[in-house]
């Protein structure tokens, strides 16, 4: 049996305790037997098959890292999607972010407010939000961002530059922020079911945040947009499936396809193999998508791209691809769906030689890749023509 199958079969008799324990303890449990796992296997482990020499990709902090000696880097890579560290100080279930406002380029005088947003079942959730210079009570669109694992809103604005692109199309930006009570990595939870159906879970948080900005502000509902990086992207297109009526398109980078995974060991297991779910479902809304991943990405399979342009290219017959490459940086291939009315409904940007990062991103953030085609102006192009 090889390791990661073994591995695998260990957790499931353990996943069960999330169902009847509080997910501290089902967690709690888990690692322990991860750790059980890892101090029997010796030094017979074998390396990653997802090795990658590009430092981007890494799926986690080296703080964390440093944490983990010992452990294969698979395992790490895995674990770390999905907010369950082994060895992990248990101090990160403290709630609070801290605000860099160094960090985040905010250009010609708009302004970077953080606020918070207490959803219906009581629960206040942490928010920052880009409001343009220009904006005097005019409609203006909204960009909703879901940042990735381990990330925060600060870091997230930083390294996708989101606010100054904002700002020159004179965009509002919401970045909600995960608490790591909810995910201990600070994981949006798209492989949970309670999380992936409207009107429940995340999704029904990330909603209610939504409409609260589009009723604080002079929003136009009819452009307003969704994006995330990793787990935020899979969130990002859970979004997208079960709001259509809220948000006019999304954009995913480096994500997994909607309802790829039903438990922590179907997720691990839909991660690392890249294959796609028997039961898969096909999109039900015909939303326009821009879709990136690396195919260098070590952390999530670089083919969970092309099975979420499966899901939704019901609607999507035609298509026409293009070739090209950054000055100094990526070559990419983009492959642009065509909806029966000959409008570009679906893109596809796939970054050859890029790892598990925002492409095109700043080095003032975490997770980013400076040589890729720029994702956020991309994004945002998509979107506004929509």
């Not at 101090?39 to 020499?53: H, I, Q, V």
């Not at 909607?258 to 898969?280: E, F, R, W």
Request: aromatic content about 8%.
């Amino acid at each position: 049996m090889k390791i990661y199958e073994k591995m695998l079969q260990m957790m499931r008799s353990k996943e069960a305790l999330t169902k009847t324990h509080d997910v501290r303890t089902a967690t709690e449990t888990i690692q322990r037997t991860m750790q059980n796992f890892i101090s029997g296997a010796g030094k017979t482990l074998p390396k990653s098959p997802f090795n990658s020499t590009n430092s981007t990709s890494s799926s986690f902090s080296s703080k964390t890292n440093s944490a983990r000696s010992g452990i294969p880097s698979f395992v790490n890579d895995l674990l770390s999607g999905l907010g369950m560290d082994v060895g992990v100080n248990k101090n990160v279930f403290d709630d609070s972010f801290e605000p860099d406002e160094n960090k985040v380029d905010v250009s010609d005088g708009g302004r970077f407010i953080n606020a918070s947003y207490t959803h219906s079942a009581g629960s206040a959730h942490r928010y920052k939000l880009y409001i343009p210079s220009c904006y005097q009570g005019q409609s203006l669109p909204l960009i909703v961002m879901l940042h990735g694992c381990t990330q925060n809103p600060d870091d997230f604005a930083a390294g996708t530059g989101a606010n100054a692109l904002a700002e020159e199309h004179q965009c509002f930006v919401v970045y909600p922020a995960q608490a790591p009570s909810a995910n201990r990595s600070k994981c949006w939870n798209w492989f949970k079911t309670v999380d992936q159906e409207r009107g429940q879970g995340e999704p029904a948080m990330i909603a209610g945040l939504t409409k609260e900005i589009i009723n604080t502000y002079n929003i136009d509902k009819k452009q307003v947009y969704i994006a995330g990086l990793s787990a935020g992207g899979a969130m990002a297109l859970v979004m997208a499936n079960t709001y259509s009526d809220i948000y006019s398109a999304a954009g995913i980078h480096s994500g997994l396809p909607y309802k790829a995974a039903q438990d922590v060991t179907s997720a691990l297991t839909i991660m690392k193999s890249g294959k796609a779910p028997s039961n898969m479902p096909l999109s039900e809304k015909n939303i326009p998508l821009i879709v990136f991943h690396g195919d260098r990405d070590a952390t999530v399979h670089p083919s969970h791209g092309e099975h979420i342009v499966k899901q939704s290219t019901i609607y999507n017959k035609e298509m026409l691809v293009e070739n090209g490459s950054v000055l100094n940086g990526y070559p990419y291939t983009r492959t642009m769906y065509h909806d029966h009315s000959g409008k570009v409904n679906l893109e596809y940007w796939q970054i050859h030689g890029a790892g598990h990062a925002w492409s095109g991103g700043s080095s003032k953030g975490s997770y980013t890749d400076v040589k890729g085609p720029n994702a956020t102006k991309e994004m945002i192009r998509f979107f506004l023509k929509q």
